[in-house]
């Protein structure tokens, strides 16, 4: 009797297995239905139109959000095609496969005229007269440095320093003397300067760089006379023989890499800027103190020598510019996609061991007419992102705090100050740390 229904028990737990299997299979469908038809999607971030405008404006980019630089071809976008070719260019698995549409975009240089000849010009008639001044030269990436100063970095000096912790570069305009002069005498000045801390400063050397003047927008008075006598006092121009046009401000960067590696390669840090903005250069060189002290130490453990710092005010998600009455405007016959993060506005800091990485991995990124987008290109090809920095106000402070000196107490910089703002503010912010 006892093992009757032992036997019974057996064949009654087998034949229930199966009925316990499928009710739990049912519930694990009817719970997934459930949680499926409950799901509400993350609300999308509001995404920028660069440089900055939100998103909510009439003129969004006719594509969707993706991720930058895929590897799917646009057909219809110049630049697009012209980087997936180098890309594959540069790949090795790739390189035997290079489609026909890339073959036909490819360009043949005539760097001496400034012109390039394509095998299947895109219809430039609709575009900017900017925009097509741009691609007809884009790929000319070698201009005759006009004024050089060789000796910035290699300067007996007081100090007995030579390298320096700072290189302030500041992307200037032949006309800009007001605000060249406005730089040397505050935030700019080359020498020894000390940090808001007093603890440490650094070597600070500034260079202007510049292109020649623009003839294309009009008559201008030759101002060559007049520049020639201002590197003579103060010797610190570097201009190179290429149009200083918006568009071609990316070649400042190109060159200015070119001329980093030559003449000052062991800056430990760079500025790169415009000269309409205000720095807080001793808090800002506290704050560059602070990050080489900690890579030293870092250094020591994990035995790498190159510092990755890109600091500045890091905009994510942008996208292009579609309205042609800006000056920002990117039509999407020459780019389609969104940028990828990048440091806008005014200015950034990067380490100098980073500056050359730049310039070496230039050499296989396009040249993208808007210089803070093209960075973050560079970046991105190097595997990196910029770091954001609260301290970098490229869209300036409220209002109502601008006159307030104790407002910029945690500022490193600010966009935009004349000339005569920036002398003002550098009087009022020399006692900030006392009075705030």
């Known amino acids: 009797m006892g093992k009757c229904c032992k036997c019974n028990g057996r064949l009654l737990c087998m034949c229930l297995l199966p009925c316990m299997m499928t009710g739990h299979l049912l519930i694990y469908i009817m719970v ?3 949680v499926t038809i409950s799901y509400t999607p993350p609300k999308i971030n509001v995404h920028y139109i660069a440089p900055g405008t939100s998103a909510n404006s009439s003129t969004l980019a006719s594509h969707p959000i993706g991720s930058f630089w895929n590897l799917r071809l646009e057909d219809s976008a110049l630049w697009n095609q012209l980087q997936h070719a180098w ?5 090795p698995i790739l390189r035997g496969n290079t489609s026909g549409m890339t073959r036909k975009i490819k360009c043949f240089s005539d760097c001496t005229s400034r012109q390039c000849s394509f095998d299947h010009m895109p219809d430039l008639k609709s575009l900017p007269e900017k925009m097509t001044a741009f691609i007809w030269s884009m790929h000319c990436r070698e201009y005759p440095l006009l004024i050089n100063q060789p000796g910035m970095c290699r300067r007996n000096n007081s100090s007995g ?13 032949v006309g800009n003397f007001e605000n060249r002069q406005a730089i040397r005498e505050t ?18 050397r500034t260079v202007f760089l510049l292109g020649r003047q623009d003839s294309s927008t009009g008559p ?18 570097l201009q190179w023989d290429f149009r200083d046009t918006f568009f071609n401000l990316t070649l400042k960067d190109l060159l200015f890499w070119h001329w980093l590696q030559q003449y000052c390669p062991t800056a430990i840090f760079v500025f790169k800027g415009d000269d309409d903005v205000f720095v807080r250069t001793g808090a800002l060189l506290d704050y560059l103190n602070q990050q080489w002290e900690e890579h030293n130490l870092w250094k020591a453990y994990a035995n790498e020598t190159d510092m990755d710092l890109f600091v500045g005010d890091v905009i994510n998600n942008a996208m292009p510019n579609r309205e042609p009455s800006t000056k920002y405007y990117i039509p999407e016959s020459f780019y389609k996609g969104v940028y990828p993060p990048y440091a806008g506005g005014g200015g950034v800091v990067y380490s100098g061991s980073l500056a050359l990485r730049l310039k070496e991995v230039s050499e296989r990124v396009h040249l993208f007419p808007i210089d803070d987008v093209f960075l973050g290109m560079c970046l991105h090809r190097l595997g990196l992102s910029p770091s954001h920095h ?47």
Not at 190 to 195: I, K
Not at 220 to 235: I, S
Request: net charge positive; proline share 7%.
């Open 32 to 34: 997934s239905i459930f």
């Open 87 to 91: 890309d594959r260019d540069h790949n």
């Open 161 to 173: 320093l030579d390298s320096p912790m700072l290189l302030m570069a500041i992307k200037s305009q």
């Open 187 to 204: 935030w700019g000045r080359s020498g020894v300067v000390r940090g808001v801390s007093k603890k440490k400063g650094g070597l600070v």
């Open 220 to 237: 201008h008075p030759d101002l060559k006379n007049l520049l020639e006598l201002e590197n003579q006092k103060y010797g610190d121009i």
């Open 390 to 436: 609260p301290g970098f106000l490229t869209f300036d402070l409220p209002e109502s705090d601008r006159d307030n000196p104790c407002a910029y107490k945690s500022v490193l910089l600010v966009h935009r100050r004349s000339p005569k703002e920036m002398l003002t503010l550098w009087k009022q912010l020399r006692y900030l740390p006392g009075h705030c």
